[in-house]
């Protein structure tokens, strides 16, 4: 629209000012060089709409297709002989909103041995990302568990345990003592996509409708779908673009 105004502009002021009369077709021809010109400097992908094609392909424009959507195949690991695996989650309705934490703790052979739902009050999202951290650094502390594998699928809280600048000051005296109990301990922690982390969601989204932290030592029945299909390593499909 911006090259037709311009070069309908162009051939008025022409027809006006300089008696210079354009013939309509040499005003398409310019009209479709600019546009040509203009759309292919740009590297965005087209939609799939039939009729943005044809014009695309009307005023001679490269059309850089979509990407095909990827699929990745995600699935749980259960942790090596000698260390637990602990995944963990936080919810919240609303950011800030109602928000709760959960996690579960399982073996080399995937049993369930703790798992936990807390619910928070009102806090950001990353808050209750935060607090599940803390709480399972905690029940480690109380079970006096050593080698500790933390999977989370935030990728926030994996930056935070390596720079704490941004933890909110509400938190602050928590989270040192919760990166004391880490450090005294044989623990590694990484970042899972969701799709790999159902159980822990699952506790999480359960503390929503908490009034005080709950705990297990087998996996509770709203869990249990999840459970058994990390268990049975059955994989889950992330699809994107």
């Not at 044809?54 to 959507?69: D, E, G, N, Q, R």
Request: aromatic letters at 10%; proline letters at 4%; glycine letters at 4%.
């Amino acid at each position: 629209m911006a090259n037709l105004i311009n070069i309908i502009w162009h051939a008025r002021n022409q027809a006006r000012f300089n008696n210079k009369g354009i013939h309509w077709k040499s005003t398409i021809s310019m009209v479709i060089a600019s546009t040509s010109l203009s759309g292919n400097h740009t590297s965005k992908v087209s939609n799939n709409s039939i009729v943005d094609f044809t014009i695309l392909k009307a005023f001679k424009c490269t059309i850089h297709h979509p990407k095909a959507p990827v699929t990745k195949e995600v699935l749980w690991h259960p942790p090596q002989n000698n260390r637990l695996k602990c995944n963990i989650d936080g919810a919240s309705k609303g950011n800030p909103g109602i928000s709760a934490c959960g996690g579960i703790f399982r073996n080399h052979i995937s049993e369930a041995i703790f798992c936990f739902s807390e619910p928070l009050g009102t806090c950001s999202s990353y808050q209750a990302e935060l607090c599940g951290f803390m709480k399972a650094m905690e029940i480690i502390d109380q079970h006096h568990w050593n080698n500790i594998w933390i999977e989370t699928d935030s990728s926030l809280v994996v930056l935070a345990v390596k720079n704490s600048q941004k933890i909110p000051w509400t938190l602050r005296n928590r989270w040192d003592n919760a990166l004391l109990i880490l450090n005294s301990l044989n623990c590694i922690i990484s970042h899972v996509y969701r799709k790999g982390n159902q159980v822990a969601d699952s506790l999480a989204n359960h503390g929503l409708t908490l009034n005080n932290f709950t705990f297990w030592y087998d996996v509770p029945d709203f869990a249990s779908p999840s459970f058994i299909r990390d268990k049975a390593g059955w994989p889950s499909f992330r699809i994107s673009s």
